[in-house]
């Protein structure tokens, strides 16, 4: 398996632009996960989606922020519009299996380093 | 409130042995993880603990307490390419809802 991918690797962008960022969860994999990376705030949970309902978006800072998870294979989060203070690495994160086992691992994605000038 | 705690950073010398600790206070536990970042990369996970105990994977281990909300991650003949960041994380319920603590960078010198 290929693992957990994202595009684009790298983006760059100006302050109020729309930025989409794209992950291709592990086949077999029911839940999907988009987390944020910085150094003053470590890793955050933005949103999960289990069987590509989403259970959980508490984490997405504002409304500027959406996810969506049309089918098993594909997931977007979008920001729109982009600012200065979302430049971040953004991961996606992929696991299947029972939650109460326990046991299966959480495969994260090369991320995507997103810069808002 | 749900915490976890970690140094921010360690150093200790190629061949020896470091022990890299993490306290939680959490609503919930469904186990705990240990996950490995080297800089610019993706986490990798390295160990899972749920009940108490030691787990062993070859050069690392790690240690499970539930009644102190204790774990620690011991490193033995510390390479080069150990020098990483090490981050705890615990399964709070039973829908992977992971709280992260702020991550250990471990230093590896000569």
């Known amino acids: 398996d290929a693992g957990v991918i994202q595009s684009p690797r790298h983006e760059v962008t100006e302050m109020g632009q729309e930025v989409t960022l794209r992950c291709k969860p592990i086949?077999?994999?029911?839940?999907l996960f988009w987390y944020r990376q910085t150094m003053m705030r470590g890793l955050e949970l933005l949103i999960y989606f289990n069987n590509n309902v989403p259970i959980d978006d508490s984490g997405m800072p504002e409304d500027r922020f959406s996810a969506k998870m049309p089918n098993a294979s594909f997931s977007t989060l979008k920001i729109q519009p982009s600012e200065p203070r979302d430049s971040a690495v953004y991961f996606c994160a992929s696991i299947g299996g029972s939650p109460t086992s326990g046991a299966n691992v959480l495969t994260f994605g090369a991320g995507s380093r997103l810069t808002v000038l | 409130g749900q915490n976890i705690d970690q140094p921010t950073e360690m150093t200790a010398t190629e061949g020896a042995i470091v022990q890299i600790n993490c306290t939680y206070q959490t609503s919930g536990f469904n186990g705990l993880f240990w996950y490995q970042q080297h800089a610019g990369e993706a986490p990798t996970f390295l160990s899972y603990?749920?009940l108490d105990g030691l787990e062993e994977k070859g050069r690392f281990s790690s240690f499970l307490s539930r009644s102190k909300g204790y774990s620690y991650l011991l490193l033995k003949e510390l390479q080069m390419k150990d020098s990483a960041s090490y981050l705890c994380?615990?399964?709070?319920?039973?829908?992977?809802?992971?709280?992260w603590g702020a991550g250990t960078k471990l230093i590896i010198k000569p």
């Open positions: 603990n749920v």
């Open positions: 086949s077999g994999h029911d839940y």
């Open positions: 994380a615990v399964n709070t319920d039973s829908n992977y809802q992971l709280i």
